[in-house]
Protein backbone atom coordinates (compact mmCIF):
# COMPACT_ATOMS: atom_id res chain seq x y z
CA UNK A 1 0.00 0.00 0.00
CA UNK A 2 1.33 3.28 -0.96
CA UNK A 3 1.32 6.11 1.75
CA UNK A 4 2.60 9.40 1.84
CA UNK A 5 3.13 12.14 4.98
CA UNK A 6 3.93 15.63 4.48
CA UNK A 7 5.64 17.54 7.28
CA UNK A 8 7.38 20.61 7.52
CA UNK A 9 5.00 23.43 7.52
CA UNK A 10 4.63 25.69 9.77
CA UNK A 11 4.23 29.52 10.32
CA UNK A 12 6.51 31.94 9.02
CA UNK A 13 7.20 35.50 8.10
CA UNK A 14 6.74 37.00 4.95
CA UNK A 15 10.44 36.52 3.19
CA UNK A 16 10.99 33.45 5.45
CA UNK A 17 11.91 29.70 4.61
CA UNK A 18 10.26 26.40 4.82
CA UNK A 19 11.48 23.06 4.07
CA UNK A 20 8.33 20.43 3.59
CA UNK A 21 8.97 16.29 3.51
CA UNK A 22 7.15 13.78 2.21
CA UNK A 23 8.05 10.38 3.39
CA UNK A 24 7.04 7.62 1.26
CA UNK A 25 6.07 3.87 1.84
CA UNK A 26 5.09 1.22 0.00
CA UNK A 27 6.66 2.77 -3.15
CA UNK A 28 10.25 3.21 -4.73
CA UNK A 29 10.28 6.74 -5.98
CA UNK A 30 13.15 6.09 -8.20
CA UNK A 31 10.37 4.27 -10.93
CA UNK A 32 8.18 6.90 -10.01
CA UNK A 33 7.16 10.63 -11.22
CA UNK A 34 5.98 13.15 -7.44
CA UNK A 35 4.66 16.32 -7.72
CA UNK A 36 3.70 18.38 -4.95
CA UNK A 37 0.10 20.72 -5.23
CA UNK A 38 -1.19 23.35 -2.55
CA UNK A 39 -4.87 24.36 -2.07
CA UNK A 40 -5.44 27.49 -0.66
CA UNK A 41 -9.33 28.43 1.30
CA UNK A 42 -11.38 28.88 -1.23
CA UNK A 43 -9.70 27.51 -3.74
CA UNK A 44 -8.85 25.06 -6.37
CA UNK A 45 -6.07 22.93 -5.67
CA UNK A 46 -2.90 23.72 -7.28
CA UNK A 47 0.46 22.35 -9.02
CA UNK A 48 3.16 23.72 -7.29
CA UNK A 49 5.96 21.65 -9.02
CA UNK A 50 7.12 17.97 -9.57
CA UNK A 51 10.20 15.74 -10.22
CA UNK A 52 10.71 13.54 -12.62
CA UNK A 53 11.05 9.60 -11.58
CA UNK A 54 14.76 9.96 -12.39
CA UNK A 55 15.19 12.53 -10.66
CA UNK A 56 16.97 14.89 -12.84
CA UNK A 57 14.04 16.86 -14.16
CA UNK A 58 12.15 19.16 -12.15
CA UNK A 59 9.28 21.68 -12.98
CA UNK A 60 7.67 24.58 -11.71
CA UNK A 61 4.80 26.90 -11.77
CA UNK A 62 5.73 30.73 -12.44
CA UNK A 63 4.94 32.06 -9.41
CA UNK A 64 7.05 29.71 -7.59
CA UNK A 65 10.08 29.70 -10.08
CA UNK A 66 13.32 30.48 -8.69
CA UNK A 67 11.90 30.27 -4.94
CA UNK A 68 11.09 26.65 -4.90
CA UNK A 69 13.27 23.93 -5.10
CA UNK A 70 12.12 20.24 -5.11
CA UNK A 71 14.83 17.56 -4.47
CA UNK A 72 14.63 13.53 -2.84
CA UNK A 73 16.52 11.49 -0.48
CA UNK A 74 16.10 8.01 -2.42
CA UNK A 75 17.67 6.02 0.70
CA UNK A 76 15.33 7.50 3.10
CA UNK A 77 12.18 7.79 0.31
CA UNK A 78 11.42 11.28 0.48
CA UNK A 79 10.96 13.91 -1.64
CA UNK A 80 11.42 17.54 -0.13
CA UNK A 81 9.99 20.75 -1.53
CA UNK A 82 12.66 23.98 -0.10
CA UNK A 83 10.48 26.90 0.04
CA UNK A 84 12.35 30.42 0.51
CA UNK A 85 11.37 34.11 -0.50
CA UNK A 86 7.87 33.10 1.24
CA UNK A 87 4.81 35.45 0.30
CA UNK A 88 1.77 35.80 2.09
CA UNK A 89 -0.28 34.14 -1.15
CA UNK A 90 1.63 30.92 -1.12
CA UNK A 91 -0.12 30.02 2.03
CA UNK A 92 -2.34 26.67 1.85
CA UNK A 93 -2.58 23.72 2.50
CA UNK A 94 0.73 21.59 0.94
CA UNK A 95 0.52 17.93 -0.71
CA UNK A 96 2.50 15.72 -2.14
CA UNK A 97 1.27 13.30 -4.69
CA UNK A 98 2.41 10.42 -6.78
CA UNK A 99 0.87 7.77 -9.54
CA UNK A 100 1.13 4.02 -10.49
CA UNK A 101 3.11 4.80 -14.08
CA UNK A 102 6.18 3.57 -13.81
CA UNK A 103 8.93 5.87 -15.62
CA UNK A 104 5.95 8.13 -15.80
CA UNK A 105 6.35 12.22 -17.27
CA UNK A 106 6.09 15.24 -15.18
CA UNK A 107 2.34 16.25 -15.47
CA UNK A 108 0.32 19.03 -13.68
CA UNK A 109 -2.91 17.82 -13.82
CA UNK A 110 -4.44 16.85 -10.40
CA UNK A 111 -6.28 13.83 -12.04
CA UNK A 112 -2.91 12.12 -13.02
CA UNK A 113 -2.43 11.47 -9.78
CA UNK A 114 -3.69 8.68 -7.61
CA UNK A 115 -1.79 8.44 -4.36
CA UNK A 116 -1.98 11.57 -1.91
CA UNK A 117 -0.82 12.70 1.26
CA UNK A 118 -2.73 13.98 4.15
CA UNK A 119 -1.39 17.97 3.74
CA UNK A 120 0.34 20.03 5.69
CA UNK A 121 -0.44 23.60 6.57
CA UNK A 122 1.82 26.42 5.37
CA UNK A 123 0.84 30.47 6.47
CA UNK A 124 2.88 32.83 5.46
CA UNK A 125 2.22 36.13 7.51
CA UNK A 126 3.89 39.09 9.98
Known amino acids: QVRLVESGGGLVQPGGSLRLSCAVS????????TAWFRQAPGKEREYVGG????????YYRDSVKGRFTISRDVASNTVYLQMNSLKPEDTAIYYC???????????????????WGQGTQVTVSS
Open 97 to 115: ATNDLRHGTIETGISYYTH
Open 26 to 33: GRTLTYYA
Open 51 to 58: MSWTGSST
